[in-house]
Each structure stands twice: as structure tokens, then as C-alpha cells.
């Protein structure tokens, strides 16, 4: 078995596992959104007359320009990004810090058409949605390590 690098093996009890961002999914997205500006670019510059329409186009133009820039922070990530171990788990994407087992009430899958990922509650009923989309990990993949794991955490008695 070769280890990736930056990820530790969770095949063993005690151990964290890491998951990082996927390069390829990020570009490609952020691919698509620039041939957006660039085809709503165009179309602007082939009307004759501004429009309603343009307005429209202008804004949904600068909308895929600010997601295209907020993707492009994904690609300068290195390493793990989402970490589930025996203390808890870990999203360095969003301001919660580590999240320990004893502050999980319930983990689910969101089922959400547009925004994918899991959904944790906490035991103050605050909800923490960790986004799988650019993850190099399924979100039915985590749900299991966070499951498995959890449960481990909850039968290891703390000192």
C-alpha cells in the first residue's frame, strides 16, 4: 500500500485522515466561469444599443468573475483541507476550528442539488455544512470516515 503524501492512514484506529482540494475540479470550474465573462464580454461588444439585457449580462459577468477568484484561492491550497480524526474534525475553510466529537450531535448528507457536502449539528443545534464539491473525496466516502471514526471516538473512554 503506498501512502499518499500529507495524508496519514486511517486504516489504523487512532489515526487522522486528510482530504485536499482537487486542482482539476477548481480549474475546470473556474475555466468555465472565464468563458462565460468571455462570451457575455462579446456579446456585450456586439450590441448596438445598451439594454436591460445588458445590464443583466454586465452582472452576471462580474458574478462569474468574483466566483472565478474565489475558486482560484482553492488552487493555492497545500495539503489537507478537511481532517477527521480521533478529536474531532477539522474544515481550515471555515472559521469553526476544530469541531470535537463531543460537540457533534448528528452528521448527514446534505442532499441539496446545487451545493453538495455534509452537514454536521451541533449539540447548541448551530448547523456546519463542510462542501465536498472540489474535495478529492466523495461526500458518501467522508460521511463513512466520519461515521467510523466517530464511533471510535465515542467507545474510547477519555482520560
Do not use: H
Not at 3 to 15: E, F, I, M, N, W
Request: glycine residues 10%.
Amino acid at each position: 500500500m503506498t501512502k499518499t503524501p500529507g495524508r496519514k492512514d486511517a486504516s489504523r484506529p487512532g489515526q487522522t485522515k486528510g482530504y485536499r482540494i482537487d486542482k482539476r475540479k477548481v480549474a475546470f470550474a473556474i475555466l468555465l466561469l472565464l468563458a462565460f465573462v468571455v462570451f457575455g464580454t462579446w456579446n456585450l461588444l456586439q450590441a448596438e444599443t445598451p439594454t436591460g439585457d445588458a445590464l443583466v449580462g454586465g452582472v452576471l459577468m462580474i458574478f462569474c468573475l468574483g466566483m472565478a477568484s474565489f475558486l482560484a484561492r482553492d488552487l493555492k491550497r497545500v495539503g489537507t483541507v478537511v481532517e477527521v480524526g480521533p478529536e474531532g474534525v477539522l474544515d481550515l475553510r471555515n472559521q469553526e476550528g476544530l469541531i470535537s466529537w463531543d460537540r457533534i450531535s448528528g452528521a448527514e448528507i446534505k442532499r441539496a442539488s446545487i451545493v453538495r457536502g455534509i452537514r454536521l449539528t451541533l449539540e447548541d443545534g448551530k448547523r456546519i455544512d463542510i462542501d465536498t464539491q472540489m474535495l478529492e473525496v466523495d461526500r458518501k466516502e467522508l460521511m463513512r470516515v466520519i461515521a467510523e471514526t466517530g464511533r471510535r471516538a465515542e467507545a474510547t473512554p477519555r482520560r
